[in-house]
């Protein structure tokens, strides 16, 4: 089994920044997927940023050039740098895990934690 903890969500102001980390524990093989997704109230839960962990990253067209994911292998934990805030990046932000080795790829989530963007 994979557990994640996520960290970092807060009130921020418009034009802010925040920083997300996840860190993952359990067993897993070094081939595996770590991402951020999120979802605010009343919409499906959409991709933010994905990184692989032979360093290969994706993110969603609304976050691109705002929005920074990195990775700690040492560590096994990813992180969010989100600059430029704005009211709609407003969501819960969920770590996602997918190892294709051990678990076929199966999805692991943390927990969510709450970004809000107001003035």
């Known amino acids: 089994q994979v557990q994640l903890v996520e960290s970092g969500g807060d009130l921020a102001q418009p034009g802010g920044s925040l920083r997300l980390s996840c860190a993952a524990s359990?067993?897993?093989?070094?081939?595996?997927?770590m991402g951020w997704y999120r979802q605010a109230p009343g919409k499906l839960r959409e991709l933010v940023a994905t990184a692989t962990s032979g360093g290969t990253t994706d993110y969603a067209d609304s976050v691109k050039g705002r929005f920074t994911i990195s990775r700690d292998n040492a560590k096994n934990t990813v992180y969010l740098q989100m600059n430029g805030l704005t009211p709609e990046d407003t969501a819960v932000y969920y770590c996602?895990?997918?190892?294709?080795?051990?678990?076929?790829?199966?999805?692991?989530w943390g927990q969510g934690t709450q970004v809000t963007v107001s003035s």
């Open positions: 996602k895990f997918q190892d294709f080795i051990l678990y076929a790829g199966r999805e692991f």
């Open positions: 359990g067993s897993f093989s070094s081939q595996h997927v």
